[in-house]
């Protein structure tokens, strides 16, 4: 069965500081994983998107790795702001026999940032 | 461009009672599917469709019906809604076959069952 796992489950910081935050996964046959920002209360917005040839992706102060060997991505995110305080949700797509991205969705990583 | 508009926000249902919840997008996406998101699990995926016409099961389609008439709306009907449906429903579109395209989703549906 396809499965995301992600860690930690959830994480507080304070303003300005690192955090990394990991995803694991077991889909097969991997297309893509993507990291989603979800604010409470809205539907989740894309961050990232990387296929198997991509090892790293940045979109301003969010960057994801991926390793296909080992098949684990994180996401880093610099210089912590109160804004970031969401879920973070890491999502592995893989191509069905009809030519659709299926994604499996990781239960999230709660991010609070405080002041 | 608005994107993915859902319809209601809220919801609250009688057991045994039906009902559908709205999507539509004015992104020319595709490729739509609804999802339901429940406390401490992943968005589960419950129906899709590659184009007008064309609808497929995902995950979890149990109690759950689709059509897609046309490329901006897809809707999702609940025929006799139970307790175990009362979650918060997400739609979302893409375009389909590409596979840098992200999903775009709209600010869920929060339904209750009683």
């Known amino acids: 069965k396809n499965q995301v796992e992600q860690s930690p489950q959830s994480l507080i910081i304070l303003e300005g500081k690192n955090c990394t935050l990991q995803?694991?996964?077991?889909?097969?046959?991997?297309?893509?994983l993507r990291w989603y920002k979800q604010d409470t209360g809205r539907g989740p917005v894309s961050l990232t998107i990387?296929?198997?040839?991509?090892n790293t992706k940045s979109n301003g102060r969010y960057t994801a790795t991926l390793d296909a060997d080992t098949k684990q991505s994180s996401l880093h995110i610099t210089a912590s702001q109160l804004s970031d305080s969401a879920s973070y949700i890491c999502?592995?797509?893989?191509?069905?026999?009809?030519?659709?991205?299926?994604?499996?969705f990781g239960r999230g990583t709660s991010l609070i940032v405080h002041p | 461009n608005a994107g993915v508009t859902q319809t209601p926000k809220f919801q609250v249902l009688k057991t045994g009672q039906s009902m559908t919840l709205q999507c539509a997008q004015d992104?020319?996406?595709?490729?739509m599917s609804w999802y339901r998101q429940d406390p401490g699990m992943g968005l589960r995926l419950i129906h899709y469709?590659?184009?007008?016409?064309?609808?497929d099961q995902g995950e979890v389609p149990n109690g759950y019906n689709v059509s897609r008439s046309t490329t901006e709306d897809f809707p999702l009907r609940l025929l006799s809604a139970a307790p175990s449906q009362t979650s918060v429903y997400f739609c979302?579109?893409?375009?389909?076959?590409?596979?840098?395209?992200?999903?775009?989703f709209g600010n869920g549906t929060r339904l209750t069952v009683t």
């Open positions: 979302a579109s893409s375009y389909r076959g590409q596979i840098n395209s992200p999903l775009h």
């Open positions: 995803c694991n996964y077991t889909v097969s046959p991997f297309s893509n």
């Open positions: 990387m296929t198997f040839s991509e």
């Open positions: 999502v592995v797509s893989h191509l069905s026999s009809g030519g659709s991205y299926i994604p499996t």
């Open positions: 992104m020319n996406h595709e490729y």
């Open positions: 469709s590659v184009g007008a016409g064309i609808t």
